[in-house]
């Protein structure tokens, strides 16, 4: 059995529209998601139990046991086929780790597909896709990538029409944010008043155009309240990003990580330049969307 390479990307969403929360502790999403060129690697090699390695910016931050959820993806898959787990687990991490763009999702995308390979368990998409959505809300559209909408608690995903490449600046932070603490701030400033989501016509006419300027004026997050309250430095990231001439700058997902986008690839290094001599980030990234899913990359 030959080592299996899966490439991953990172999301950031356009629109995160939180409608209230649901029994079962999740909230009610309308959300359009976008995979940009930020990318983790997992490869999955033959060993005789199962066990996980990371490198990469921010590893050490990354769980090594069932906290990790390429770990957590493995066993389910490995449950669904009635194997033992036998796998050895390495991570090359680009995403940035608890950044809100989806970074251990991706790992998780990434595992179901490796492992999938590596066991020859030949699941059909549909199986893998379920499995994803078991495992976490975004897991299943890391699988998929572009532009997509998601609904329920943002699992069940339709592909969006979108045209062109968008260009984009990520602004990282020193220190990541809980995403169940965001959304709890974001219940508790709202007090209990949240109104069912819907998709903003706006972002999905300027998908449609391809017009960048229009995208970043549609770009919406409702956690985006909730990450400033618990992290108001974040204020000066964003108003850094306006100041460089962003089209728009949002908190990508539930933070901390900035989202803005330029109308191309010079001017979102010109944005890139001045976000990091202004120093209200730890660093910066420049990455384009959409780009596809979990992919094997090497066998
Ligand atoms: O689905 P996942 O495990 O990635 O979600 C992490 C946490 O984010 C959940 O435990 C929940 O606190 C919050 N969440 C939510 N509503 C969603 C998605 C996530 O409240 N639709």
């Not at 329920?152 to 220190?175: I, Q, S």
């Not at 908190?251 to 986008?261: E, I, R, W």
């Not at 209200?280 to 420049?286: A, D, I, L």
Request: glycine share 10%; with cysteine.
């Amino acid at each position: 059995m030959a080592p299996v390479t899966v490439r991953v990307p990172a999301k950031v969403n356009l629109q995160l529209s939180v409608g209230p929360e649901r029994p079962d502790g999740y909230h009610e999403l309308v959300t359009v998601f976008h995979a940009v060129s930020l990318f983790d690697e997992v490869t999955a090699a033959p060993s005789d139990e199962l066990r996980i390695t990371v490198e990469g910016e921010g590893a050490a931050e990354v769980p090594l046991d069932d906290g990790n959820l390429a770990m957590r993806a493995a066993r389910l898959l490995a449950a669904e086929v009635g194997i033992d787990p036998r796998a050895h687990l390495h991570i090359r991490k680009g995403i940035p780790v608890a950044g809100g763009m989806a970074g251990g999702s991706a790992d998780a995308a990434a595992a179901l597909v490796a492992c999938d390979e590596l066991w020859h368990a030949g699941l059909p998409v549909e199986r893998l896709h379920l499995l994803a959505a078991e495992l976490g809300s975004d897991v299943p559209f890391a699988l998929i990538g572009g532009t997509a909408i998601g609904t329920g608690r943002g699992e069940r995903l339709t592909p969006a029409l979108a045209r062109g490449r968008y260009h984009w600046v990520f602004a990282l932070a020193d220190k990541g944010l809980s995403t169940p603490a965001v959304y709890r701030e974001c219940d508790r400033l709202r007090a209990g008043q949240a109104s069912p989501p819907v998709v903003s016509e706006a972002l999905m006419t300027a998908l449609r155009s391809g017009d960048p300027s229009a995208l970043g004026r549609a770009l919406c997050n409702d956690l985006q309240p909730a990450a400033l309250s618990l992290r108001p430095h974040l204020r000066l990231v964003l108003e850094a990003g306006e100041e460089a001439g962003a089209l728009g700058g949002i908190v990508s997902g539930s933070g901390p990580t900035c989202a803005f986008l330029a109308r191309d690839e010079a001017h979102a290094l010109d944005i890139a330049v001045a976000l990091s001599s202004s120093g209200v980030c730890r660093t910066v990234r420049c990455a384009h969307g959409p780009v596809p899913g979990a992919r094997m990359v090497r066998r």
